[in-house]
């Protein structure tokens, strides 16, 4: 009913940078907020940023360094990285929050996943 593709992902020394897409389609109406997560070997996942269309927000550990945008007309989100350490090493997942066409319902859609790693 929903897709989410994300794409952008690969390896990348420190101090570098990378480009990830969300691109959202299918059955919808509306998108709410747009975020990126991400999840780290042995770790929870983790909000990075999101973009509610008001205002945006950053994890501490990436502000100044990452930028969440939106194309709303093109239904995509992206996140530039610079600066990238080996900290940032994890699978980026978009989620977006979207209305249905055709009724109120509301759900919560999720990408497979790109892996980021940063390493020498």
């Known amino acids: 009913q929903v897709q989410v593709v994300e794409s952008g992902g690969g390896l990348v020394q420190p101090g570098g940078s990378l480009k990830l897409s969300c691109t959202v389609s299918g059955s919808l109406s509306r998108i709410n907020a747009m975020g990126w997560y991400r999840q780290a070997p042995g770790k929870q996942r983790e909000l990075v940023a999101i973009?509610?269309?008001?205002?945006?927000n950053y994890k501490d550990s990436v502000k100044g360094r990452f930028t969440i945008s939106r194309d709303n007309a093109k239904n995509t989100v992206y996140l530039q990285m610079n600066s990238l350490e080996p900290e940032d090493t994890a699978v980026y997942y978009c989620?977006?929050?979207?209305?249905?066409?055709?009724?109120?319902?509301?759900?919560?859609?999720w990408g497979e996943g790109t892996l980021v790693t940063v390493s020498s």
């Open positions: 989620n977006a929050n979207v209305a249905v066409t055709g009724g109120p319902r509301r759900l919560d859609a």
């Open positions: 973009n509610t269309g008001g205002f945006t």
